[in-house]
């Protein structure tokens, strides 16, 4: 008996037809876990800086349309999709070997947009200058799903939940410009 990976493999044969992983074959699951807290650091970093800048009494002073969610739902939301975000890099930074500039790059900007975007709508009051962020980032994080599903389409996957959520934070954002023409 044969082992690789952590797998018993019952032919030497077997074992040359496994894809080799981007991890050394005798480093133990524990140790190629660990890679994932960078991700979830810098993850939680932008979460923690966006969450510096809260709604307060600017925001419900805004006109607002009928379909906007209550202030509670946005914290559990959040929480998920940043999830899913530090889960798709790293899925996608032990994928991309030679090819993860872009990849990675997308995931960087993603995260920086994110984070901007607070800081603009909540800190600075500018629901317009957020408006041109979060559209950006929306295209980013398009493209990170166009460009990562042949890597890995889980971590394509993990970012679908989160474009569906900026596409709606976008329209809401825009009927917020739209409702309150002199918020700037």
């Known amino acids: 008996m044969r082992r690789r990976g952590g797998l018993s493999l019952c032919h030497p044969c077997v074992a040359s037809l496994l894809p080799k992983p981007p991890w050394p074959h005798n480093a133990r699951p524990g140790c190629r876990l660990i ?3 960078p991700f979830l650091l810098a993850t939680a970093g932008a979460a923690f800086a966006a969450s510096r800048f809260r709604p307060g009494a600017w925001y419900a002073a805004l006109a607002k349309p009928s379909w ?3 202030n ?4 559990p ?3 998920l999709l940043y999830l899913g975000i ?3 890099g790293w ?3 032990r994928k991309a070997h030679r090819d993860g500039v872009l ?3 997308l995931w960087v900007g993603q995260l920086i947009l994110n984070m901007t975007w607070s800081w603009l709508f909540f800190g600075l009051h500018r629901p317009r200058a957020a408006l041109a962020d979060i559209v950006i980032l929306l295209a980013l994080i398009l493209a990170f799903i166009v460009v990562v599903y042949p890597l890995s389409s889980v971590a394509a996957g993990l970012f679908v939940p989160y474009a569906l959520w900026v596409l709606f934070a976008t329209a809401l954002n825009a009927a ?3 409702l309150n023409p002199s918020a700037t």
């Open 72 to 75: 509670w739902l946005f914290a």
């Open 103 to 105: 990849p990675l790059a």
């Open 91 to 93: 899925l996608v930074w």
């Open 86 to 88: 530090a889960i798709a």
């Open 68 to 70: 906007t969610p209550p």
């Open 176 to 178: 917020i410009v739209h």
């Open 77 to 79: 939301v959040w929480s």
């Open 35 to 37: 890679t994932i807290v």
